[in-house]
């Protein structure tokens, strides 16, 4: 009898214990559910979590760097058909795309150039302007040389923003522009105090345009001919000056090119721009079937080295500008004037 109590006292300790391990169990549970939830509700209220900035690396670091790993690469690389098919077709696409548009008449000027790349432009021929028109000895001495090449360009520019197809700044005022620089190139031949005169108020609408203001220029009719805004010489010595002193360099190799792909874009644009230009009705030698045709493989190489620029690809580059060079060299034997 003993016996048997003593082992009912065991069996009710036992399921005490159970009942207080099962309480325990609970309490913990619950506790850790409250913190879960709190830390929860702690993260929404905090909003996204801050992360350290990436860091800036500065050019000494940089240098340590291969552009190209690939180049220091030893022996022959298995080539990859497919992947090369690929890309020959859709490149040829891109091609013929551009050339279909010319073909059946005169392309968008959203196809040769952006307008990024027509602000960034006006923008550089802005600057390139302080130190000619700093004063008037400077203009005389020789600055109205350099202003007439640049108030030439601006009016090829103006002319072309003002008919642009697609987002472009300063639209409105274009026009009004076109016509201002344009007669003020025929004006620059010679240095005077009124040809000084002009081109001062001439760059300060140009800065002031820049910063964001409105000239409120009237309204004026498009040009009866492209040959009237600008003169031919001028621009294509402004396409050698693209091609030797702003693509070139920068394709010297690889690790420069890698640096100045944007500016090689840019500068390939702006090539293709003024190649489309020279081509219009009534500029000298338009309707010379050899002349259109250096004109057309100076557009096309133009073309290339801008997406070659835009990939950072440098082999494409530099075949695209050797293009684009043959075409200028053979253009500049027979009809450079």
Same mark, same amino acid.
């Given at each position: 009898?003993?016996?048997?109590?003593?082992?009912?006292?065991?069996?009710?300790?036992?399921?005490?214990?159970?009942?207080?391990?099962?309480?325990?169990?609970?309490?913990?549970?619950?506790?850790?559910?409250?913190?879960?939830?709190?830390?929860?509700?702690?993260?929404?209220?905090?909003?996204?979590?801050?992360?350290?900035?990436?860091?800036? %690396?500065?050019?000494?670091?940089?240098?340590?760097?291969?552009?190209?790993?690939?180049?220091?690469?030893?022996?022959?690389?298995?080539?990859?058909?497919?992947?090369?098919?690929?890309?020959?077709?859709?490149?040829?696409?891109?091609?013929?795309?551009?050339?279909?548009?010319?073909?059946?008449?005169?392309?968008? %000027?959203?196809?040769?150039?952006?307008?990024?790349?027509?602000?960034?432009? /006006?923008?550089?021929?802005?600057?390139?302007?302080?130190?000619?028109?700093?004063?008037?000895?400077?203009?005389?001495?020789?600055?109205?040389?350099?202003?007439?090449?640049?108030?030439?360009?601006?009016?090829?520019?103006?002319?072309?923003?003002?008919?642009?197809?697609?987002?472009?700044? %300063?639209?409105?005022?274009?026009?009004?522009?076109?016509?201002?620089?344009?007669?003020?190139?025929?004006?620059?031949?010679?240095?005077?105090?009124?040809?000084?005169?002009?081109?001062?108020?001439?760059?300060?609408?140009?800065?002031?345009?820049?910063?964001?203001?409105?000239?409120?220029?009237?309204?004026?009719?498009?040009?009866?001919? %492209?040959?009237?805004?600008?003169?031919?010489?001028?621009?294509?010595?402004?396409?050698?000056?693209?091609?030797?002193?702003?693509?070139?360099?920068?394709?010297?190799?690889?690790?420069?090119?890698?640096?100045?792909? /944007?500016?090689?874009?840019?500068?390939?644009?702006?090539?293709?721009?003024?190649?489309?230009?020279?081509?219009?009705?009534?500029?000298?030698?338009?309707?010379?079937?050899?002349?259109?045709?250096?004109?057309?493989?100076?557009?096309?190489?133009?073309?290339?080295?801008?997406?070659?620029?835009?990939?950072?690809?440098?082999?494409?580059?530099?075949?695209?500008?050797?293009?684009?060079?043959?075409?200028?060299?053979?253009?500049?034997?027979?009809?450079?004037?």
């Amino acid at each position: 009898m003993a016996d048997a109590k003593e082992e009912g006292r065991m069996r009710n300790a036992e399921w005490g214990m159970g009942r207080s391990n099962c309480r325990c169990g609970a309490v913990c549970f619950v506790a850790v559910a409250a913190v879960l939830s709190t830390g929860v509700f702690a993260a929404e209220q905090a909003g996204p979590v801050k992360r350290a900035k990436p860091p800036v %690396w500065s050019q000494d670091v940089l240098d340590e760097f291969f552009v190209d790993a690939r180049e220091q690469l030893v022996g022959e690389r298995p080539a990859k058909q497919t992947a090369a098919v690929v890309t020959t077709s859709a490149a040829g696409q891109g091609s013929a795309a551009a050339a279909g548009a010319e073909a059946g008449g005169v392309a968008p %000027w959203s196809q040769v150039i952006s307008g990024d790349a027509l602000a960034a432009e /006006v923008k550089r021929i802005a600057a390139s302007l302080r130190e000619p028109l700093a004063n008037p000895a400077k203009f005389k001495s020789g600055g109205y040389k350099d202003c007439r090449g640049a108030f030439n360009e601006l009016a090829a520019l103006f002319a072309v923003i003002a008919e642009y197809d697609g987002d472009v700044r %300063w639209k409105d005022d274009a026009p009004a522009l076109r016509d201002a620089f344009a007669r003020a190139a025929r004006n620059c031949k010679t240095g005077t105090d009124e040809t000084f005169a002009a081109g001062a108020e001439l760059q300060t609408q140009l800065d002031d345009l820049i910063r964001g203001e409105r000239l409120g220029g009237k309204p004026a009719p498009a040009p009866e001919r %492209w040959s009237d805004l600008a003169d031919r010489p001028l621009l294509m010595a402004r396409m050698e000056t693209a091609l030797q002193e702003g693509i070139s360099p920068a394709l010297s190799n690889a690790r420069e090119f890698s640096r100045k792909a /944007v500016d090689v874009q840019q500068a390939a644009e702006v090539l293709s721009m003024l190649a489309a230009l020279i081509d219009r009705e009534e500029f000298e030698y338009w309707d010379d079937e050899t002349f259109k045709g250096h004109s057309s493989d100076l557009r096309a190489a133009s073309r290339e080295l801008s997406r070659a620029a835009a990939d950072v690809n440098y082999e494409a580059a530099r075949s695209a500008a050797g293009r684009a060079s043959q075409a200028c060299s053979a253009c500049h034997e027979g009809y450079r004037g």
